[in-house]
Structure formats: C-alpha cells, structure tokens
C-alpha cells in the first residue's frame, strides 16, 4: 500500500477519512448482489402486463355496494364477462349481401375462444338501416379464474378480425365497456418499451448538457436500469401471488418515478463526490467521505416518499391501496441500488469519468464563495423579506388563476383517452344509433319474494329505460340461447334488453334473485351515473328487499365515491407523517412546519396551474376523482425532497457558520445539483405524456410543473428567504436556535 492510498492519511492538506472495514464490505457486497438481482429481473418488465388489472371492478373493496352484487350475481352465471359490441357501418343502408356477411360474422365470433357465446344476443339493426350491432359478451372470469388483461386484448382483437374478414367494405368498429376497456389495456401495451426509452432518453440529454462529460451519465442511468429490474422482480411475484394489485398506471409511473428519483439520489451523490475529489487525492477517500455526508439526507428522502406513498394503503380503493407499495418498493430498489452499486462503480473507475473538467486536488471546492448560485445566495440575503412575500404571492395568484377550471367530476371511457381508439369512434356511433343504456343494465340483487316489488320501484326511476320489459328478471341464458337457434323471433326483444320470456327467469339462489333495468343514457355518462343514485335510493325503500344495486355504472360510481374518500383521508395523513419524518431530521419543530406549508402552498398554486392549462390549452373534458389525491401525494413527497437536500446542508453548515450564513452557504452549495436533479425529475414524469391516456398525461404535467416550480421559486426563493428572515428560531426547540444567528 504506498503512503497516498493509505486511509487515514492526510495528505496535501486534505482531510483524514477513517475507514472501517464492515460497512464498506457491506457497501461492496450489496452492490454486487444489487447488480445481479437487477439484471436478472430484467427479464420481468415485459411480463409485468401479465399480472396487471386495469377493470374498475378490481379497483374496489369487497364492502363497495357494486362489489356485493358482482359477488352475488355470479353465483346465478356460469362466467363472469364483460359487455361489448361489434358494429358494422354504411354511410347509406345495409344491403341484404352486408346482413348475410353480419350473420356469417356472428357465427364466427361466437366460436372464438373468450367469447360468451350463450350469452350472445340477436343483431340489432338502427331505424336508418345503416348500422348493425352484434352484443358480444367476452369471458372476464370463469369460476375462480380471473382472465388477464392481455388476454382480453387478445380476444377482442380475434373478435374485430372474425368482423372485418366477413365485412367486405363495411366499416367494422367496437364498443360497449368490452371494447373501451380493451383500448385501455392497448394503451398500456409495449409501455415499457416507449415509456422506459423515452425517460432514458431526456435524462441521458440533461445529464450530458448538466456534466458535460461523455462518460458520467451512464453510471446513474444503468443504476436506474438496475432498480427498475429489480423493482419489477419484486412487484411480478407479488402481484402475480395477488398481494398487491398492478394497473398499467401504477405501471407507467413506477418506471419515470425510478428514473427520477434515482437519477436525483445519483446527482446528490455525485455532485458531493466531485467536491470531495478536490479535497482528496484518493478517489476512494472522497467517495467514503461523500457517501457518507450523502446519506442522511438520501436516507431522509427515500423514506418520506415511501412513507407518503404507504399512507396510500388507507385507501379504499384497491388501485391506490396498491400504487403506494408498488412506488415505495420502486424507491427502495432505488435507494438500495442507487447507495451501493452506483457509488461503488464510479470511485472504481476513477477520476477520468468526469473527463474534460476532471476534478484535481486544489482545495477549490467551496463553491459557496463564488459562481452563480453564489451571486442568487447573496441576493436573497440581502433582499430575504421582500423575496419570501414577493414568492408567497406569486403562489397564491398562480392558485386563484385557473383553481376555478380545474374539475375533477370524473371522466367518460371515452374522455380518458387523449387519441381516438377505434373503441372510442364504435362508442359514439353506437350511442347516435341505438338505446345507449343496451348491453350495460343495472344489476339489482333483491329477496325473490320482492322481486316484483323491486321492478316496480326500479321502472319508476327516472333515467330508467320505459321499454317493455328493460326492468325484468334475469335471463335463464342457456335456456333462452337454446330458443333463439330454434326461434329468433319469439324472443328477440326480451333477449336485446337482457330478459328472457315467462319461463325462462333464472331460478332464485337462497331466495335471492337477479334482476336487469335497462338505462336510458351511455353507462358511463354522468346522467347515467346519477341515475343509479336515483336508483339505489329507490330499491333500497322497498320493504324486506334488501335490494343492491351494481354493474358497470354503479361500478364507477363506486370507485368515485371512493376516490373522494381517499383522498380527504389520505392527505392530512400524509402531512403528519412528512412532519414527523422532517422534525426527526432536523431536530427542531418549527422549521418542519415552514417546509410543509410552503410546499403545500406550491401544490395549490401547481393545481391552479393545471386547471387553467388543462381546460383552456388541453381540452380535456375533466380529471379523475383520483387526480387531486395523486398530484398531492408525488408533488409533496417529491418536493420535500428538494428541502431535505437544502436544510441537510444549511443545518451541516449552520454548525459552523450560524444560521444566517448556514442558510447562504447551503443554498449556495446545493442550488446547482437540486436544480439540475428538479429538472431530470420534472422531464422524466413529462414523459407520461407519451401514453394516450389523460390522467397519466395530468399527472405528468402537474408533477413537472409543480417540480420546476418547487425547485426555482420554493427552494431557490422562499424557503431560504424566509428561513434567513427568522434566522436562528427556526431551529426552535433544539440548541441551534440558541446558537449564533
């Protein structure tokens, strides 16, 4: 060992690192076991679409009044499915050729493995003649097998082929919940492909332009390869033994929240390493000495996102209950990957990777006294009263400027996408063309003894279809499927609306029975999901009925309501937990209520934002009930962060300095790597907007807006402002507020 690699060496003035041996190894031998782990769940990204669950009915608890009838009503099917449509279209009428294509379609759809074919209803033809609809029921559960997602793709891809081969030139077309929840799961396919390259892509660019080093940006984006692989090992088996539920969005933002984070952990680390190498001549002493400055502040901010997202396991709904762990297992892989492997990696390669600005020993390294961030610190010193109000204000005028806009009352099927599937087009045709309630009823459970007591109630509702018999007991599919073959006609009508002939009812099932109310409006329209309120009030007076309502509509409904409940539980338990975490770290009471104020301030001014930009500049026709509680939980846990980097360094520096220059040092030191690490998170959940779905494209734009705006106005601005307005009291009640100002 010569004298310059000798570990307590001080040398050239540099400062001593002593080295003990247990945590390195345990470093070293997590970094290899991180680099094998995360390499071979590679293989798993692709295969995460193979547990994931993207039906609104697998999104909620078993106590949702829908979820009760679902459960109850299956009791009276042979297979659970989905309702759907095939359209077959002409500008002018179908001619006689075009009817014998549609029936020699329907033959052949109905032999298509996935298809429900008992369930299969005579085609419907519109008053112009120019449409017709075949209702095509596809298998989403037979017995206790729940059907995949890609599986159901499949299927309905089968099914729109079967059409257009026997269409000739008829425009082909689906529709229903079957059809829209098919072009959701396409939305999804191929995500980790586009999503992950598209992330990969801008991060490798604002590395490059960030470092300008040809080398550097590999280390901390193969390290997010490695988290995302492992990530996605971890969530496969879990979700795949039905411990957590996996939706193409929790999918898509586990991947840019990986790349973001991760490569916001790599900056920290890297930017403390480069300073350290100018203090040490040994690349290793600087890396100890980094990494170990590093890892309270990273080990702060690792846990309060995870523990911000776990608070999402309060949730009633199965998605949100299930997006918290799967984000916070994708932090952790991080945090373990990005603690281990990535440091271990860059001091083994050596200074060259910094290469043409490689870092020597000058001692040059207090970048608090010069430089840009140098010049802004100074300024907010000077000017820190005037600053933190002028900041405080902008925020509120952001906030009131487009809050008004914002309207989160839900979305059709339809709505959600940002394209125009082929589902979408077959949707709007088919409710221009027929009943728009047909093929997607409102299921009621009852006591058979009520049964004509309920329909009685049911029929009276309004938005309920006044059709003879659109309020009726449940067909006895097998039975009815075996008169149609022998006469269509005799039950053509009952069958359309999802009722059989006298006779044909199903049989009652401990004394339960199934009953059908046929809608007036598009299941999924806002009239029809008021229209189940309506309905759910009614049935539920009728004595000793016990009566349920559920099905597609009240599905939705369900999880709105849910959605709404979430997110007035879930948030103030976020804030406490953020609290507790933030006054742990600092040690102090006073400025942990300072950091959450201000960031809960940028998330309001962040929504106003949205509002405006998403009515006004999008288009879109609303958001998800579910959006307020996700932009709240990604935009404060994240953008805590930024402040966990900051008052780390100000607290470290305060010791030393006082608070007031503490304050001016810290900002000084860390205003370029935080702002560069804002910059990668914000591009990287920008990327969402590459899936044509509109909540992922919100959420998108509000955590890369409320990021950027976080990084340049909170933390460059108001949060040092006003810390250095109050000076040593915000350290309140530990001995650094009794300390020098």
Known sequence: MTKLDTPDAEQNGSPAVKRHRLPIFTVIALAIFAFIAGGFGGAFQGKL??????????????????????????????????????????????????????????????????????????????????????????????????????????????????????????????????????????????LEGALLGAALLVVIVILLVVYRSPVLWFFPLFSAVLAIGLSSMVIYYLAKADILTLTGQSQGILFVLVIGAGTDYALLII???????????????????????????????????????????????????????????????????????MPVTLAAAGRWVFWPRTPQVDHAADLATHGLWGKIAATVGKRDRSLWIGASVLLIVLFAVGIGSLKTDGLTAAQNFTNTPDAVV?????????????????????NAAQSDAVIKAASAVPGISQDP??????????????????????????????????????????????????????????????TITRLRTAVHAVPGADALVGGSTATTLDVQAASVHDRNLIIPIVLVVIFLVLAALLRALLIPVILIATVVLSFAATLGVSGFFFTHVFGFAGSDQSFPLYAFVFLVALGIDYNIFLMTRVREETGEFGTRAGVLRGLAVTGGVITSAGIVLAATFAVLGVLPLVFLAQIG??????????????RSVLVPALSHDIGKRIWWPSALAQAKD
């Not at 297979?79 to 449509?85: M, S, W």
């Not at 734009?701 to 909170?714: E, N």
Request: charged share 15%; hydrophobic share 45%; glycine share 8%.
């Open 271 to 341: 930017s403390r390493y480069r300073e350290e190498l100018h203090n040490y001549p040994n690349r290793f002493d600087a890396m100890i000495r980094a990494w170990r400055e590093s890892v309270p502040a990273i080990t702060a901010s690792a846990a309060t996102v995870i523990l911000g997202l776990l608070c999402l396991t309060f949730s009633q709904l199965n998605s949100n209950k299930s997006l918290g762990p799967v984000a916070a297992i994708g932090i952790a892989c991080t945090y373990l990957v990005m603690m281990t492997f």
């Open 426 to 446: 077959g949707q709007e045709l088919y409710d221009s063309q027929f009943n728009p309630g047909t093929g997607a009823p409102a299921v009621i459970t009852a």
């Open 701 to 714: 734009f509000v955590v890369a807006f409320g990021v950027l705006l976080d990084t340049i106005i909170v």
């Open 49 to 190: 679409a193979e547990v994931q669950k993207n039906d609104n009915s697998s999104y909620l608890p078993s106590s949702a009044e829908s979820t009760v009838v679902s459960n109850q009503s299956a009791e009276f099917l042979s297979v659970e499915t989905i309702p759907g449509f095939v359209l077959f279209h002409r500008d002018s009428a179908l001619t006689n050729v075009d009817k014998s294509a549609i029936d020699t379609a329907r033959q052949s759809i109905s032999s298509i493995s996935g298809v429900d074919a008992n369930g299969m209803q005579p085609t419907q033809f519109s008053a112009d003649g120019t449409t017709a609809s075949i209702f095509v029921p596809l298998v989403a559960q037979d017995g206790d097998t729940a059907v995949a997602g890609d599986v159901l793709a499949a299927t309905e891809q089968n099914v729109i082929d079967a059409a257009e081969h026997a269409a000739g030139d008829m425009q082909v077309l689906p529709a229903g919940p079957g059809g829209l929840l098919v072009a959701l799961i396409d939305a999804f396919s191929g």
């Open 469 to 530: 018999g659109a309020v009726c007991t449940q067909v006895d599919v097998a039975k009815v499927s075996a008169l149609i073959k022998t006469n269509p006609a005799a039950v053509a009508q009952a069958a359309t609306a999802g009722c059989a002939p006298a006779g044909f009812t199903v049989a009652p099932i401990d004394g339960r029975t199934m009953i059908n109310a046929t809608l007036t409006d598009s299941y999924d329209s806002p009239q029809a999901l008021e």
